[in-house]
């Protein structure tokens, strides 16, 4: 997914615990089945276009190394009766992991695309050195807790924010996150958390999460803006997460003139202490404040321009079916926003441009998490 990773996978890869990786037949397979849940091997036939032999050269060895399992044979209509294969849910589990500038988020996923269990913290500090030993330390106590095997641990994706500079894993996160700025992430991470490590920026996993469990169930094609610290995003495209040359596709502050408001939540935590509601950090702020505080409506007006050419820049140079505001922001204070933005749009021979539909993300703060832990599960076992 970045320019490079610590954690990469050729086809086929026998790990030091003697477990092997998919071959690329075998990630189509098991693509499906992640998509669909069960399907029997007539059913993976009609999906691939793979032969009835063809597809159990493939199944078989799946379910040898533990990967699938088959049910019984289920009469269904005429015919002959036909067993479900599935996923094996704890074959291989993997970390996601979101790291902000004032904290921590962190999800276990199973084989199956299940969360096992969920965590957060606060950074306990942004030195590079301290804060990865605060995350290692994490890792195991949350998987200790959820009573998952360790050796099953397939790797770990993290989303950092900020943009890559096109030099490997190396980011240029905000002044926030200094110590972890332009420093090759992936192999200084694998080597303090107990790698394979992917690394990618949280915009790009962020919506890879949102087409998982949120609005990639109803459309191929959206646009995710990121709320945190930052301002930044993603976008899907037929399906799939649309990354540029170089990562970055999603900077959707990029597109801002110098001078206008960055429409992030630390202006608003900045413009909440101006005006007599301080809070020391995001965290402390998104624990505390109100969403529909009318004290808010200030930096609404303020950072209207700005979320209004976001909105008309995404609208005509992608054509979205919807635009998603997600990240960190409060479900109630995304429909605030939602009911400020204008997009640009002239009318022509009494026609407008079809415009997209604007939403709150339905799965929360935990979609960076949650598209991170399927970066190892995709190198791994997916298409």
């Known amino acids: 997914m970045s320019q490079g990773f610590a954690g990469r996978f050729p086809s086929a890869f026998l790990r030091e615990d003697g477990r092997r990786t998919a071959t690329d037949n075998e990630r189509v397979v098991m693509a499906l089945l992640h998509r ?5 091997r007539a059913d993976l036939a009609r999906a691939t276009g793979l032969t009835a032999q063809s597809i159990t050269r493939l199944v078989d060895p799946l379910i040898d190394r533990g990967l699938l399992v088959e049910g019984s044979p289920q009469i269904a209509g005429r015919g002959k009766p036909s067993a479900k294969l599935s996923l094996v849910a704890d074959a291989a589990f993997a970390v996601g992991l979101s790291v902000m500038t004032d904290a921590v988020s962190l999800v276990l996923m199973d084989l199956s695309g299940a969360i096992r269990a969920r965590a957060a913290a606060p950074l306990v500090s942004i030195d590079f050195a301290q804060s990865s030993a605060q995350i290692a330390t994490l890792i195991d106590r949350v998987v200790t807790d959820a009573g998952l095997d360790p050796t099953k641990r397939i790797g770990i994706g993290v989303g950092v924010t900020g943009y890559f500079i096109g030099d490997g894993a190396r980011l240029n996160p905000p002044a926030q996150l200094d110590s972890w700025a332009l420093i090759p992430l992936d192999t200084m991470l694998a080597e303090r958390l107990g790698g394979p490590v992917w690394v990618d ?4 996993v962020a919506v890879v ?23 930044g995003g993603g976008v899907v495209a037929g399906g799939a997460p649309m990354r540029g040359s170089h990562g970055n596709a999603g900077e959707f502050a990029s597109a801002l003139p110098d001078g206008w408001p960055q429409p992030n ?19 402390a702020m998104l624990a505390g404040f109100d ?9 609404l007006i303020e950072c209207a321009p700005s979320f209004n050419l976001v909105a008309s820049v995404i609208s005509a140079a992608l054509d979205p079916d919807l635009i998603v505001l997600g990240g960190r922001l409060p479900p109630a204070l995304a429909r605030r926003i939602i009911e400020h933005i204008r997009f640009t749009n002239p009318e022509r021979r009494g026609h407008h ?15 960076a998490a949650i598209g991170a832990a399927m970066l190892p599960l995709r190198a791994a076992f997916f298409c």
């Open 291 to 299: 969403p529909g505080d009318p004290l808010i409506d200030g930096w």
């Open 36 to 40: 669909t849940g069960t399907a029997s």
């Open 265 to 283: 939540l630390e202006t608003l935590r900045l413009y909440l202490a101006a005006h007599g509601q301080p809070y020391d950090d995001l965290h």
């Open 201 to 204: 920026n949280d915009g790009n």
């Open 209 to 231: 999460g949102e087409a998982m469990l949120g609005a990639g169930r109803t459309t191929h094609d959206f646009a995710y803006l990121y709320f945190a610290a930052g301002f």
């Open 353 to 367: 441009r079809p415009l997209p539909r604007i939403e709150p993300s339905v799965i929360g703060p935990d979609a």
